[in-house]
T-cell receptor, first 115, second 114 residues
Framework: EAGVAQSPRYKIIEKRQSVAFWCNPI?????LYWYQQILGQGPKLLIQ????????DSQLPKDRFSAERLKGVDSTLKIQPAKLEDSAVYLC?????????????FGQGTRLTVV | AQSVTQLGSHVSVSEGALVLLRCNYS??????LFWYVQYPNQGLQLLLK??????LVKGINGFEAEFKKSETSFHLTKPSAHMSDAAEYFC????????????FGRGTSLIVHP
């Protein structure tokens, strides 16, 4: 089966600019996650969707970050305006829900550099 | 609340030596546990998972991990390291019966010397 697709792979922007990332999960996966991975750290969950509803967005900086999954399939994560500390790899993952099948399949990520 | 602690940000071994990467977890309910590997400029790849079946879990590339409830540990081992094993390794915990949100440790960088 095809994996989780993310684009773009790399993005360089100036601070205070806006940026958007796109993710297409594995077909049939109801749950979609966006993670932020700062260099030298483990991934931190930003937001989790189940179908088109938000399950958890407690760690999403809502003053500048937004995410949507309008049709319950692909998703977009936006940062507006960007700050230097937003430089990180943004990982999208998807999973099924069910006993014994709980694992997240990750995309290759989008590396954002804010200068 | 769930959390993961990976002991040692860097582990260095010689090729052919035993690999041991340590992970301790905290969870208020029976956990699901995972090990992921991340090669440079790539996404995370699942190595193995524990979901309340056998406590000794075998994964890809010769890795295995043992769930020890009494020690709240899920250490990753491989009998003989290969140069291609050099990567970043992440332990993650997810609460069974909950929202299944995986929480990751900070990662351990495995360095393999020839």
């Amino acid at each position: 089966e095809a994996g989780v697709a993310q684009s773009p792979r790399y993005k360089i922007i100036e601070k205070r600019q806006s940026v958007a990332f796109w993710c297409n999960p594995i077909s049939g996966h109801a749950t979609l996650y966006w993670y932020q991975q700062i260099l030298g750290q483990g991934p931190k969950l930003l937001i989790q969707f189940q179908n088109n509803g938000v399950v958890d967005d407690s760690q999403l900086p809502k003053d500048r970050f937004s995410a949507e999954r309008l049709k319950g399939v692909d998703s977009t994560l936006k940062i507006q305006p960007a700050k230097l500390e937003d430089s990180a790899v943004y990982l999208c993952a998807s999973s099924r829900i069910g006993q014994g099948l709980t694992e997240a399949f990750f995309g290759q990520g989008t590396r954002l550099t804010v200068v | 609340a769930q959390s993961v602690t990976q002991l040692g940000s860097h582990v260095s071994v010689s090729e052919g030596a035993l690999v041991l990467l340590r992970c301790n977890y905290s969870s208020s309910v029976p956990p699901y546990l995972f090990w992921y590997v991340q090669y440079p400029n790539q996404g995370l790849q699942l190595l193995l998972k524990y979901t309340s079946a056998a406590t000794l879990v075998k994964g890809i590339n010769g890795f295995e991990a043992e769930f020890k409830k009494s020690e709240t540990s899920f250490h990753l081992t491989k009998p003989s390291a290969h140069m291609s094993d050099a990567a970043e390794y992440f332990c993650a915990v997810s609460e069974s019966g909950g929202s299944y949100i995986p929480t990751f440790g900070r990662g351990t960088s495995l360095i393999v010397h020839p």
